[in-house]
């Protein structure tokens, strides 16, 4: 690529700028705070799922245990109703009616010892309970912070989308009717350099990568016709001189 007209070297810096917009638009667009907010609060969720899990499971084992307590009590107590109702029915032996009394008495101390174990499980699983509501509440709140945070990266995304298709728009009638072979070179170049493919030439200074050109360079580059595509010697940008001079 030797030459292009010098109206189009200047104009190809507009579309530079509008790319250069383009690009802005498209790190705003990864780096909005609500991403790194739903980040935190996904890993936040995973943490509390977990958490809920492990809890519902001791709650239900807990449930169990208490099931069985409340069946040993009512096994016994039952026996004991069974050995009173003979008793009080007076169809048994002295011999009889002294061992249901003895058995009475040892099934008694056997009930009370229950009940506690029944107590205390029940006071547990309550306790547990009460942990498990509130983990669940704070599973409620992060899912509808979560919500909020997505709609406020889902409005985010919507201005930031529809002001890159008005810069798309912009760029394409900026480009309309450029050089084929200067859009070639600046698209080329641009994938090269970071998004950067052409620069103006600012006295001796390369607005690409803002060094000063040296003397020569700039003599040689003084001595180009006005339509040759210049390149800067410490970039490679295109250089577009803004004067003929």
């Given at each position: 690529?030797?030459?292009?007209?010098?109206?189009?070297?200047?104009?190809?810096?507009?579309?530079?700028?509008?790319?250069?917009?383009?690009?802005?638009?498209?790190?705003?667009?990864?780096?909005?705070?609500?991403?790194?907010?739903?980040?935190?609060?996904?890993?936040?969720?995973?943490?509390?799922?977990?958490?809920?899990?492990?809890?519902?499971?001791?709650?239900s084992?807990l449930?169990?245990?208490?099931?069985?307590?409340?069946?040993?009590?009512?096994?016994?107590?039952?026996r004991?109703?069974?050995?009173?109702?003979?008793?009080?029915?007076?169809?048994?032996?002295?011999k009889?009616?002294?061992?249901?009394?003895?058995?009475?008495?040892?099934?008694?101390?056997?009930?009370?010892?229950?009940?506690?174990?029944?107590?205390?499980?029940?006071?547990?699983?309550?306790?547990?309970?009460?942990?498990?509501?509130?983990?669940?509440?704070?599973?409620?709140?992060?899912?509808?912070?979560?919500?909020?945070?997505?709609?406020?990266?889902?409005?985010?995304?919507?201005?930031?989308?529809a002001?890159?298709?008005?810069?798309?728009?912009?760029?394409?009638?900026?480009?309309?009717?450029?050089?084929?072979?200067?859009?070639?070179?600046?698209?080329?170049?641009?994938?090269?350099l970071?998004?950067?493919?052409?620069?103006?030439?600012?006295?001796?200074?390369?607005?690409?990568?803002?060094?000063?050109?040296?003397?020569?360079?700039?003599?040689?580059?003084?001595?180009?016709?006005?339509?040759?595509?210049?390149?800067?010697?410490e970039?490679?940008?295109?250089?577009?001189?803004?004067?003929?001079?």
């Amino acid at each position: 690529m030797t030459s292009a007209p010098a109206a189009d070297q200047r104009r190809l810096l507009d579309v530079q700028d509008l790319d250069t917009r383009l690009a802005q638009l498209a790190h705003k667009r990864r780096s909005l705070p609500a991403l790194a907010r739903i980040v935190e609060l996904d890993a936040q969720l995973a943490d509390l799922d977990s958490a809920l899990v492990t809890s519902r499971t001791a709650a239900s084992d807990l449930r169990t245990e208490l099931a069985k307590a409340e069946a040993d009590v009512e096994q016994v107590r039952g026996r004991a109703v069974r050995n009173q109702q003979r008793l009080d029915g007076g169809q048994v032996g002295a011999k009889d009616a002294q061992a249901l009394t003895s058995e009475l008495a040892s099934l008694a101390a056997r009930q009370a010892h229950l009940e506690d174990v029944e107590l205390e499980v029940m006071e547990r699983l309550e306790a547990h309970e009460a942990v498990l509501r509130d983990l669940e509440q704070a599973q409620g709140a992060l899912v509808a912070d979560r919500l909020k945070v997505v709609a406020e990266r889902d409005a985010g995304y919507a201005e930031i989308d529809a002001e890159a298709g008005r810069v798309r728009a912009e760029r394409e009638r900026a480009a309309d009717g450029l050089d084929a072979g200067l859009v070639a070179l600046y698209e080329r170049l641009r994938g090269q350099l970071g998004g950067s493919g052409a620069a103006a030439l600012r006295g001796t200074r390369c607005d690409g990568c803002r060094l000063e050109l040296n003397p020569l360079d700039i003599e040689a580059i003084r001595a180009r016709p006005v339509d040759a595509v210049v390149r800067c010697e410490e970039c490679g940008r295109i250089l577009v001189r803004l004067t003929d001079a």
